[in-house]
């Protein structure tokens, strides 16, 4: 009994250890002190995880915040914590389901004719290794959330950004975009065995392509967009895969808890490459722990890029 106390006890000590490290020693944080006062910023996804701490960030630097979300419960009872802390009023939920054109489209216009200005336009919503599922408009849910839906968002907004340039836009991604393939006869995932980890990898790589192509569509607008990975972070975009059951949340949860990122830190790196002076100018890269990081061979195809733009042009119904 006491040998089982005295190993609980030391487990117990190494992963608290653990979490101290990471909550107190974690290094990557972005220490710029830039004022967003008459600046407008959009987040999606921004009523949990990364894009909460993303918006509260913002509006503690002054910005006029548009909390882009599914869920307008979750996105108010968000909101109202952000401008408590925040002191800052000018933060608004808008609805915005990325699974669904229509209201995209519907969200795009209420923003091209009712706000002054939009500077920021951070792409960070998305799903990871869910079900078999098609959005409203039929794609493949992940291709859908994660890209299209970004992609459609990004293009009805382009001359907002444009206008008030210099802007930003932040797609954020994941490393498993060096494992993705394209797979142009069936990127839908309709032919063959779905598999979702196949269908997230796929997602991620085409935004690591678009975000090029993006450059070489829109030179000259004053309009930046790089990728960003923030890291292996605790959200609640697990909850298809280590909290999908009860054991996993239970055990497997909580001990990988441990080695994970909080939401503030995931969200640095975002924050950095919305606002960093020093990459002003830059268009088309991919960051890593808030450093830049050399794009892997399979996204670097200009041909492949161009034609997955073409692609994605004709499935949201975006008319140029």
């Not at 216009?109 to 920021?120: A, P």
């Not at 340039?165 to 498993?176: G, Q, Y």
Request: glycine share 8%.
């Amino acid at each position: 009994m006491r040998t089982v106390t005295v190993t609980l006890t030391g487990a117990a000590g190494i992963y608290g250890g653990l979490v101290l490290y990471r909550e107190y020693f974690v290094k990557a944080q972005y220490t710029g002190n830039e004022q967003l006062f008459g600046k407008t910023a959009i987040v999606t996804g921004a009523n949990t995880g990364i894009g909460k701490e993303v918006a509260h960030d913002f509006a503690r630097r002054g910005a006029r915040v548009i909390m882009a979300c599914r869920d307008m419960k979750k996105c108010e009872q968000t909101r109202e914590k952000i401008v408590a802390d925040s002191f800052n009023t000018n933060v608004a939920c808008r609805e915005c389901d990325l699974s669904s054109i229509e209201s995209i489209k519907r969200f795009a216009d209420d923003i091209n004719q009712n706000e002054k200005s939009l500077h920021l336009l951070i792409n960070n919503a998305g799903v990871m290794w869910h079900p078999s599922k098609l959005t409203k408009d039929g794609f493949e849910q992940h291709l859908g959330v994660n890209y299209l839906g970004h992609f459609l968002l990004t293009n009805l907004l382009i001359e907002k950004l444009s206008t008030c340039s210099p802007s930003r836009i932040v797609n954020v991604t994941s490393p498993m975009y060096k494992r993705g393939q394209i797979d142009f006869d069936d990127l839908n995932i309709s032919k063959k065995v779905f598999n979702p980890k196949i269908a997230y990898e796929q997602a991620s790589l085409a935004i690591v392509l678009a975000t090029q192509e993006f450059c070489r569509q829109y030179p000259g607008s004053g309009v930046i967009a790089n990728c960003v990975n923030p890291g292996i972070t605790r959200t609640e975009i697990a909850r298809h895969t280590i909290d999908k059951s009860i054991i996993s949340r239970v055990i497997i949860g909580p001990a990988l808890k441990a080695f994970m990122k909080t939401p503030m830190q995931g969200a640095q790196g975002v924050i950095q490459c919305a606002l960093d002076p020093q990459l002003e100018g830059q268009c088309g890269k991919y960051f890593n722990d808030m450093k830049e990081e050399a794009i892997a061979p399979n996204a670097t195809n200009e041909k492949e890029a161009k034609r997955l733009w073409l692609i994605s042009e004709r499935w949201t119904r975006l008319n140029k």
